[in-house]
């Protein structure tokens, strides 16, 4: 399919798509009422099937292919992968099924890392299968073929933050058995290669110390994403404030609290709504 | 629909189903060949949609009943509910869906825990669906409305034994503040409410001291399963040894490793299946 992009009036006030495996995305959603105020949002968040990290990669291709679909049929004009997972997985694929303005969260953040760092040493956190892919690897080598880069998959982080233990000695001890290992490579710049990670941010910028620069993928993903969709000219016009639509394929119970966490707000003002039937899902 | 189980020769010889979320039902398997060597078994574990502790009620009744669905396709004479937050949420639903021998954790850990406990005061650890469900709670009181059952989730249990952290300090913090607030309750008997925590059993006994006594509900739902196949003259009369064939919903690269610790045994002599369509899913 040829990556043509239809531009029309009507285009302009299409919301933009997220996806996530859960509420993790909501930090990038966070970045996007930021910098795009009165762009509408539309947030899919597979919480019935989460967490992809831990699941093969033909698994996780198949979840976000059957997400993206979801999205596109709701007629958007952009779309945030914002799972890591997903971003390494399936991005070649999802650019072939649809002609749409996509954006994920790897190769911004390996952008950024690469401008950020002093000696060249990149270090990258992450699940399991985003670490298994090598995608931040090969993201950076795109950019500067002679960046060294030191992975660490840390698979106890995610459960962490869902169960809200966000400081203290075991999350602190927990940081440290994860990150010791990539400080003896001495690196000089930490990519947060998962969404939940952010919410560790403190404890894991005293772990590997000041020097040390931490890049989250929210603020440069989003950055991305206006640039494209300014070059498009499909930036929206309209003066109000754009509004935040969440579906969830399910609804456990810690849902209101864990998404407050992540989005920095309360869930009031959000259009919640079930996602009931996803295409292309066994 | 009636509970009428067709009794008849060619019965005999049909295998007995094994349903969990992921791999932890394996512990069942391993006590199921031991009791009953001569038995086939179907082992399905949801390996793609992992873990149910943590999804609402709902999410986790549609769940099991897409497995159940699919072992009963199978042929089976008796089914095992492995996944104590599937049996939390859906053994009513599934006795009503499929006339069939059917056998949890659940009620056979609860009467094994009254039979235990030398002051009637127990304590029961399991994932956070189990454990808002009262499903314990629910079969205690039913045996022994005068026993006090404290309970208490340990969502960060099912995590650390994926990641293979079954000693060490911090798994070591980690039990102990989960424990505190039930040994305060001044438990004589612990209650293992999910199939995972059997792979901590050490360190649990450790916290909560020699003197609680730990209920794993491996040994006793195989004991109840025997009793119930053998009431319906259902048990096997073949003598060779019965086969283990393992259906999984998606193969991560850990899925081996994490098997083999749960079986307790090589995974060589297994068939490998992949489940490729589930009914009733979306």
Chains 1, 2 share one sequence.
Not at 49 to 57: A, C, M, N, Q, V
């Amino acid at each position: 399919m040829s990556k043509q992009i239809i531009r029309n009036k009507g285009l302009l006030n299409r919301p933009i798509g997220v996806f996530d495996s859960g509420l993790g995305g909501l930090t990038v959603v966070r970045e996007l009422i930021k910098r795009l105020p009165n762009e509408d949002i539309l947030y899919f968040g597979d919480l019935a099937r989460l967490p992809y990290g831990i699941k093969s990669k033909e698994q996780i291709v198949q979840f976000s292919c059957a997400n993206t679909d979801f999205l596109y049929d709701k007629g958007i004009k952009g779309l945030v992968v914002a799972c890591n997972s997903s971003a390494s997985a399936s991005m070649r694929i999802l650019r072939k099924r649809h002609a749409i303005n996509l954006v994920d969260v790897i190769m911004p953040a390996a952008c950024e890392a690469v401008s950020q760092t002093r000696r060249g040493r990149i270090g990258v956190i992450g699940t399991q299968a985003t670490m298994l892919s090598k995608a931040y690897d090969k993201a950076i080598m795109k950019i500067a073929p002679k960046m060294k880069v030191f992975s660490q998959a840390c698979p106890l982080f995610v459960p962490l933050v869902e169960e809200g233990w966000l400081k203290g000695e075991i999350t602190r001890k927990i940081v440290k058995t994860y990150l010791t290992p990539l400080m003896r490579h001495r690196i000089d710049t930490l990519i947060l290669g998962c969404t939940h990670y952010p919410l560790l941010k403190k404890l894991i910028q005293q772990t590997v110390g000041s020097q040390v620069r931490l890049i989250d993928s929210a603020g440069p993903t989003v950055k991305h994403l206006k640039n494209i969709l300014g070059q498009a000219r499909l930036l929206t016009e309209r003066v109000r404030r754009g509004r935040l639509s969440v579906y969830v394929t399910d609804r456990p119970g810690n849902f209101v609290k864990v998404g407050e966490r992540f989005l920095g707000r309360h869930f009031s003002e959000i259009r919640l709504l079930r996602a009931k039937a996803i295409p292309n899902l066994n």
